[in-house]
T-cell receptor
Framework: GAVVSQHPSRVICKSGTSVKIECRSL??????MFWYRQFPKQSLMLMAT?????????EQGVEKDKFLINHASLTLSTLTVTSAHPEDSSFYIC?????????????FGAGSRLTVL | AQSVTQLGSHVSVSEGALVLLRCNYS??????LFWYVQYPNQGLQLLLK??????LVKGINGFEAEFKKSETSFHLTKPSAHMSDAAEYFC???????????FGKGTTLSVSS
């Protein structure tokens, strides 16, 4: 199956700064990647669908100007949290869709824990 | 719209006991159903998936789940719990169009010796 790498695994930043999180598909070309957000002891909430070569599709309630998604290649999608605030502190997880099997199986990265001071 | 409901946010069992984690789904189209496991501060690992083939699906680590259309359920079971099974378990649904997975709220499984 696909191997998905996320970097950094943990990041601490000051309020007002921007943070970039990378999601790489190491052995699979992914036209579509998904970004999820998970608050402590809660479920994963879909933030946006990242499409290679085009604009991301954001879920209702997710600010596209705050959470910038770039999917410039078939193996890399980035999520940039701009002007971060403490309420943006969360666990961000990307996933890659393996649609060759037709079963819509998602492989997840290990996640990136963002703490905004 | 699709949704998933996991009954019981926390399940506690003794080592060697049966594990039963409940999941009910709502979908206007034939669903794809999944169970994922998450260990602390890690991503999600696929346990098993239902894709309209056999209704009884066997996964990794001795887990299995049965798709019951009449009950709109996809409960996860394991005959004998191990300490290493303690984790967060998520049920998820998607449609055939290949949209993102919709997750349930998760069930924390605790295993005592």
């Amino acid at each position: 199956g696909a191997v998905v790498s996320q970097h950094p695994s943990r990041v601490i930043c000051k309020s007002g700064t921007s943070v970039k999180i990378e999601c790489r598909s190491l052995d699979f070309q992914a036209t579509t990647m998904f970004w999820y957000r998970q608050f402590p002891k809660q479920s994963l909430m879909l933030m946006a669908t990242s499409n290679e070569g085009s604009k991301a599709t954001y879920e209702q309630g997710v600010e596209k100007d705050k959470f910038l998604i770039n999917h410039a290649s078939l193996t890399l999608s980035t999520l940039t949290v701009t002007s971060a605030h403490p309420e943006d502190s969360s666990f961000y997880i990307c996933s890659v869709r393996q649609d060759s099997s037709g079963a819509n199986v998602l492989t997840f990265g290990a996640g990136s824990r963002l703490t905004v001071l | 719209a699709q949704s998933v409901t996991q009954l019981g946010s926390h399940v506690s069992v003794s080592e060697g006991a049966l594990v039963l984690l409940r999941c009910n789904y709502s979908s206007s189209v034939p669903p794809y159903l999944f169970w994922y496991v998450q260990y602390p501060n890690q991503g999600l690992q696929l346990l098993l998936k239902y894709t309209s083939a056999a209704t009884l699906v066997k996964g990794i680590n001795g887990f299995e789940a049965e798709f019951k259309k009449s009950e709109t359920s996809f409960h996860l079971t394991k005959p004998s719990a191990h300490m290493s099974d303690a984790a967060e378990y998520f049920c998820a649904v998607s449609n055939q169009a290949g949209t993102a997975l919709i997750f349930g709220k998760g069930t924390t499984l605790s295993v005592s010796s």
